[in-house]
């Protein structure tokens, strides 16, 4: 069965950095695009970032933009996420999912808590 | 900027039907999913490409899409059904969420 487990997740201070990783089992890793999506506590659900199979195309949202980086190892079926200049407005469960291939997320991790507060 | 707007709440007794819009600003031709997230739980997909159900979704869930408004409609709603539900389109290089609906069953 498809499992996605993140881990990485903690309390770091405005301005400081965080890798979040995401392993990655039961599908072939390397077929399918993967996201990064995240949720404020009590809030609704924010797309971050989205990687190719390949690592070929990345894209992010605007309000992660030049500060986040997706990343991925295919040899490791692993799915990454470098946070540099954190805020406190990044505090969120951070949530990774696979692409179905057609339209939609078809299967999410657990989700990891990061909490950026001095 | 490309924003999908939902109700905040739906109320709906058991048995009954429940109707969650959302309601695109540059709707083209973006497929619309929705997804259930129950307190405490990863979100799941219930409805892909505007109106399929993944295997293991329950009938009664279904999806339409007309103009610029999808609907995610629960027939027969359930007290297991209560939860938030978001939709979510998908432009060149950009997944956007709706804001999200809370489904009250009582």
């Not at chain 1, 805020?87 to 291939?101: I, N």
């Not at chain 2, 959302?22 to 307190?39: L, M, R």
């Not at chain 2, 739980?41 to 293991?56: A, E, F, H």
């Not at chain 2, 432009?91 to 999200?100: E, I, K, Q």
Request: charged share 15%.
């Amino acid at each position: 069965q498809v499992q996605l487990v993140e881990s990485g997740g903690g309390v770091v201070q405005p301005g400081r950095s965080l890798r979040l990783s995401c392993a990655a089992s039961g599908f072939i890793f390397s077929d399918y695009s993967m996201h990064w999506v995240r949720q404020a506590p009590g809030k609704g659900l924010e797309w971050v970032t989205v990687i190719a199979s390949d690592g070929s195309n990345k894209y992010y949202a605007d309000s992660v933009m030049g500060r986040f980086t997706i990343s991925r190892d295919n040899s490791r079926d692993t799915l990454y996420l470098q946070m540099n200049t954190l805020r406190p407005e990044d505090t969120a469960v951070y949530y990774c999912s696979k692409d179905s291939g057609v339209s939609g997320m078809d299967y999410w991790g657990q989700g990891v808590l990061v909490t950026v507060s001095s | 900027s490309y924003e999908l707007t939902q109700p905040p709440s739906v109320s709906v007794s058991p048995g009954q039907t429940a109707s969650i819009s959302c309601s695109g600003d540059k709707w083209g031709d973006e497929f619309v999913c929705w997804y259930q997230q129950k307190p405490g739980q990863s979100p799941v997909l219930v409805i892909y490409q505007d109106t399929k159900r993944p295997s293991g979704i329950p009938e009664r869930f279904s999806g339409s899409k007309s103009g610029n408004t999808a609907t995610l409609t629960i027939s027969g709603t359930q007290t297991m059904d209560e939860a938030d539900y978001y939709c979510q389109a998908w432009g060149t290089g950009l997944w956007v969420f709706g804001s999200g609906t809370k489904v009250t069953v009582l």
